[in-house]
């Protein structure tokens, strides 16, 4: 079966990092760019970074410089650092672009805050 799931979200002071993880089974991963987004109850889903088949990667103006994303084997990942109060939000992990989308998973909470 197709299953994405999310892990590694925490609680972490403004200026902290994390490192977020989706493990994909079911399909052939290495043949589909791959995403993270982020939501907020009650608030538009947000495109956070993508990674291509190649490695390539891309950045919402918002994270960019911030976070970096990657790929290996079965795994997507993406690096946090010099986390904000406003990256706050549920964190996601999908196919690229929108029409390959999955079943979304539970996803993982990251919550930055003093």
């Known amino acids: 079966q197709v299953q994405l799931v999310e892990s590694g979200g925490g609680l972490v002071q403004p200026g902290g990092s994390l490192r977020l993880s989706c493990v994909a089974s079911?399909?052939?991963?290495?043949?589909?760019?791959m995403a993270w987004y982020r939501q907020v109850p009650g608030k538009q889903r947000e495109w956070v970074a993508t990674?291509?088949?190649?490695?390539n990667q891309f950045y919402a103006d918002s994270v960019k410089g911030r976070f970096s994303i990657s790929r290996d084997k079965d795994t997507l990942y993406l690096y946090m650092i010099s986390l904000k109060p406003e990256d706050t939000a549920v964190y996601l992990c999908?196919?690229?672009?929108?029409?390959?989308?999955?079943?979304w998973g539970q996803g993982t909470q990251v919550t930055v805050s003093s």
């Open positions: 999908n196919r690229y672009p929108p029409e390959h989308f999955l079943s």
């Open positions: 079911g399909f052939p991963f290495r043949s589909f760019q």
């Open positions: 990674i291509t088949v190649g490695g």
